[in-house]
């Protein structure tokens, strides 16, 4: 591999890694400043808080009633991923297995809801579900997450569906596997990878979906990231510190599910097959 060892490449390095250094300092500093403002009992013109205190922590949960807030939370999670799952795996084998006229344009329909802006279709979403009874319910916002994350999942299936050579399940069907057996014995055990990516990213994207969850949600099916927006702007007089450690409960709920979802998934694995698989078509 040939460097270039030139002024103005040196220049041009030196300059984006000044700018990345800026951005995650940046970065580093409002996190840390959030998180010391949530065990500071009085911050006010010092560098620092002056005294750390875990009572805020206590008074969010009990004033914001983060419990049942986190139980709404994951209850609409982990049916979105389990809806999701059903439908895009299935959706993904068959546009993996099969090809149909206006196939490309299936695919570019299923792109659009990743691309778009939620707010965009959104309010026109959250219209329809108002319109048809279920907005402001727990299944209203498991619907409105709906139309972002089977595309998802199905983008993401996709490579790992076409990686597995037909022949494998025409064997298995020469020997008698019927289509439930096929998927439960032969397919779902080459698959758990891909599904267990793909869900995995789907849980902690519901869990930080703002947009749709905030328009379709009622007083009794906010999640976590929306119940922090109304701490924020509701009428009254809270603690700032309080507010903060709310915050703090939410990044840290969002990011344990994230390292979790790393666990299983590289983030280049998917471009990776994706690039790999034409050689093998």
């Known amino acids: 591999m040939i460097r270039d060892t030139t002024i103005g490449a040196k220049l041009w390095i030196t300059a984006i890694w000044v700018v990345v250094g800026f951005f995650v300092l940046n970065l580093v500093a409002m996190i840390a400043t959030v998180i010391l403002s949530s065990f500071g009992t009085r911050w006010l013109g010092t560098w620092v808080p002056a005294g750390l205190t875990t009572r805020w922590y206590f008074s969010a949960w009990s004033e914001f009633q983060l419990y049942d807030v986190l139980v709404v939370t994951f209850q609409i999670a982990f049916t ?15 546009l993996a297995r099969r090809d149909f006229p206006g196939k490309k344009l299936v695919m570019l329909l299923f792109l659009l809801p990743l691309l778009v802006p939620p707010i965009t279709f959104g309010i026109p979403l959250a219209t329809v579900l108002y319109q048809a009874g279920v907005g402001g319910t727990f299944w209203g916002v498991v619907l409105a997450n709906l139309v972002p994350t089977v595309p998802f999942v199905i983008l993401v299936m996709i490579p790992f569906i076409e990686q597995i050579d037909p022949k494998i399940e025409a064997a298995a069907r020469v020997f008698g596997a019927n289509t439930f057996k096929l998927f439960l014995h032969v397919l779902l055990p080459m698959l758990v990878p891909g599904i267990l990516a793909a869900l995995l990213l789907v ?21 976590l990231v929306v119940a922090l927006y109304y701490s924020v702007f509701a009428s009254g007089v809270r603690a ?12 840290i709920t969002t990011l344990v599910w994230l390292l979790i979802a790393l ?13 790999q698989q034409p050689a093998s078509t």
């Open 80 to 94: 979105v991923v389990a809806l999701s799952g059903l439908l895009g795996v299935t959706a993904a084998y068959a």
């Open 203 to 223: 849980l902690v994207r519901t869990v930080g979906m703002f947009e749709l969850t905030f328009l379709t949600a009622g007083p009794t099916s906010q999640t």
């Open 240 to 251: 700032v510190q309080s507010i903060d450690a709310m915050a703090v409960i939410y990044m």
């Open 263 to 275: 666990r299983f998934v590289n983030p280049t694995q998917i471009v990776a097959r994706a690039k």
